[in-house]
Nanobody, 124 residues
Framework: QMQLVESGGGLVQAGGSLRLSCAAS????????MGWFRQAPGKEREFVAGISWGGGRTDYVDAVKGRFTISRDNAKNTVYLQMNSLKPADTAVYYC?????????????????WGQGTQVTVSS
């Protein structure tokens, strides 16, 4: 099974930027769509961004379009999420995950395995 370790979170003021990383081990990510999800306190985990196995397609939730960019480096077995113009509403624990079947199923986020996540806190 693929193991995923998220990092790069922190405390930032509104309008600031952070870059999250998701390092995979155990399997190569090159055949998997990869994605980022987040869970705010008291809310369900939600899809944030996804990228196809080759990087040619991306998908974003409307709330982050134009502010977040997902990318991947298959050689480093790592996926990134560049977050700009952060808002307090972006405060959450951010997780990554993978899907062998593509972006459509990735977006559903129906997985039993999740990493530990990385906390992002945006102050106003």
């Amino acid at each position: 099974q693929m193991q995923l370790v998220e990092s790069g979170g922190g405390l930032v003021q509104a309008g600031g930027s952070l870059r999250l990383s998701c390092a995979a081990s155990g399997r190569s990510i090159s055949n998997y769509a990869m994605g980022w999800f987040r869970q705010a306190p008291g809310k369900e985990r939600e899809f944030v961004a996804g990228i196809s196995w080759g990087g040619g397609r991306t998908d974003y939730v409307d709330a982050v379009k134009g502010r977040f960019t997902i990318s991947r480096d298959n050689a480093k077995n790592t996926v990134y999420l560049q977050m700009n113009s952060l808002k307090p509403a972006d405060t959450a624990v951010y997780y990554c995950n993978s899907d062998l079947y593509g972006l459509e199923t990735l977006r559903r986020g129906s997985y039993s395995y999740w990493g530990q996540g990385t906390q992002v806190t945006v102050s106003s």
